[in-house]
């Protein structure tokens, strides 16, 4: 069956350290991943997009990978701060139209 | 500016009625979606629309009918509501497709409680 997991419903992670977050999918072929930031009661907002064959992508403190052989991806935050503590969700591209999403990972940034 | 907006932020409303949530966006965007986030949080697409061109998807039951007036606005209409879709609606644009190459605008979401 078709999956997408991504690695744990919550991280803690202490100020200052990187954050990875980790994005796997099963019965998949993604030509697109996409990575989003959603804040309690908001909407998703978009952070990064990679391609497949793109093995690695960076904006400012966030770096994406993107491995099809092993059917993962890696978000990594550097430097994170108590700002950055919010769910970030993985989507795949299943077709022209369709998005599918994983269900996210709730980062807390301690200070 | 608020890129995509969505009309109600709430709606409470009893078992087997008939309501609406309006969206629409200012970004002169070719595509349009709706999604629902149910408890647990997952993000599921229910239409797509672009270019007059509605793509459904299949499980989504027939009691849900997307209506686009012009390219700026999709508005979602549901009959006959059921207890199963109290959920977290959201609307989206894109610049175009594919939806995977496009990085999507979402609206702040409407929060259905059926009753």
């Known amino acids: 069956s078709q999956k997408i997991e991504q690695n744990s419903e919550a991280l803690n992670i202490q100020e200052g350290k990187t954050a990875t977050l980790t994005c796997n999918y099963t019965?998949?072929?993604?030509?697109?991943l996409q990575w989003y930031r959603q804040d309690p009661g908001r909407g998703p907002v978009f952070l990064l997009l990679?391609?497949?064959?793109?093995k690695e992508k960076r904006k400012e403190r966030l770096k994406v990978t993107f491995d099809t052989t092993l059917k993962q991806s890696l978000f990594h935050i550097t430097a994170s701060q108590p700002a950055d503590s919010a769910t970030y969700l993985c989507?795949?591209?299943?077709?022209?139209?369709?998005?599918?999403f994983g269900a996210g990972t709730r980062l807390t940034v301690k200070p | 500016d608020t890129a995509v907006s969505q009309t109600p932020k709430y709606l409470v409303t009893q078992m087997g009625n008939d309501k609406s949530i309006k969206c629409e966006q200012n970004?002169?965007?070719?595509?349009m979606y709706w999604y629902k986030q149910d408890s647990k949080k997952f993000l599921k697409i229910m239409f797509s629309?672009?270019?007059?061109?509605?793509?459904i998807n299949e499980t989504v039951p027939n009691r849900f009918s997307p209506k686009s007036p012009d390219k700026a606005h999709l508005n979602l209409h549901i009959n006959s509501l059921e207890l199963g879709d109290s959920a977290v609606y959201f609307c989206?644009?894109?610049?175009?497709?594919?939806?995977?190459?496009?990085?999507?605008?979402f609206g702040p979401g409407t929060r259905l409680t059926v009753l």
């Open positions: 989206a644009s894109s610049q175009d497709l594919p939806a995977g190459y496009n990085e999507q605008f």
């Open positions: 019965n998949y072929s993604p030509a697109y």
């Open positions: 990679i391609r497949e064959n793109e």
């Open positions: 989507a795949l591209d299943i077709n022209n139209n369709d998005m599918r």
């Open positions: 970004l002169g965007h070719d595509t």
């Open positions: 629309y672009n270019n007059k061109e509605l793509i």
